[in-house]
């Protein structure tokens, strides 16, 4: 059973650059969310996506997009790069969102640096 | 918005040594997953347990979720169960709410 992978595993990128991240989800699973692991903190939520669309956004600027494909897997877009973008990027996958038993599996990560 | 607060941040121990980490949460949540992050970021599941106990292994979780505080108990504590360790509530259904995380660092 493939947990979620994530794309690419690690990226270099400047200020003023785009990057786009990728994840598809556990086999089974129809939720995809987003997170932004600053170092030495703790996850920050991001956005999830369910059924190809944004079900609820944290606390982040509009640089930050998603998608969703009719697969379930999910794409995260940063536009404008700015130095305190650099992050460790995780993506989690669950059933649907709202259910009894919401479990987030998640991916090993994509680490950005932005230079 | 709820706050999400994990004590001790910083733990060290001996090998074979017993732990308690916590886990006080300041609102009703729908769910609370732990998860044990190893060195290279890779965020582990141990346990989904918005109330009750559970056990798996040395591993032992109790959530109260009426006095809104879980507990997530380490016996018999190995090298290998360093790293860091998060609370996760899921609010609104949809939103996930990551505590800062209690560093643990187990010595031979």
């Known amino acids: 059973d493939a947990g979620v992978t994530q794309s690419p595993t690690h990226l270099i990128k400047t200020r003023g650059q785009q990057v786009t991240l990728r994840c598809s989800p556990k086999?089974?699973?129809?939720?995809v969310s987003w997170y932004q692991q600053a170092l030495g903190q703790g996850p920050q939520f991001i956005f999830q996506?369910?059924?190809?669309?944004?079900?609820q956004r944290g606390n982040f600027p509009d640089r930050f997009s998603g998608h969703q494909f009719p697969n379930y897997s999910s794409e995260l877009n940063v536009n404008a790069l700015l130095l305190g973008d650099s992050a460790l990027y995780l993506c989690?996958?669950?059933?649907?969102?709202?259910?009894?038993?919401?479990?987030?599996?998640f991916g090993p990560g994509t680490r950005l640096t932005v230079l | 918005g709820i706050q999400v607060e994990q004590s001790p941040p910083d733990l060290i121990l001996q090998e074979g040594a017993n732990s308690t980490l916590r886990c006080n949460f300041s609102d009703s949540v729908n769910n609370l997953q732990w998860f044990h992050q190893n060195p290279w970021g890779q965020l582990i599941n141990l346990f989904y347990i918005p109330s009750g106990t559970k056990q798996n292994g040395r591993l032992s979780a109790t959530t109260v979720a009426t006095e809104r505080y879980s507990l997530l108990y380490i016996s018999s504590s190995q090298t290998t169960d360093s790293g860091v360790y998060f609370c996760a509530v899921e609010v609104g259904g949809f939103k996930t709410i990551f505590g800062a995380g209690t560093r643990l660092f187990v010595k031979a």
């Open positions: 086999s089974g699973h129809d939720t």
């Open positions: 996506y369910y059924e190809e669309e944004e079900r």
């Open positions: 989690a996958s669950s059933l649907k969102a709202g259910t009894s038993r919401n479990e987030q599996f």
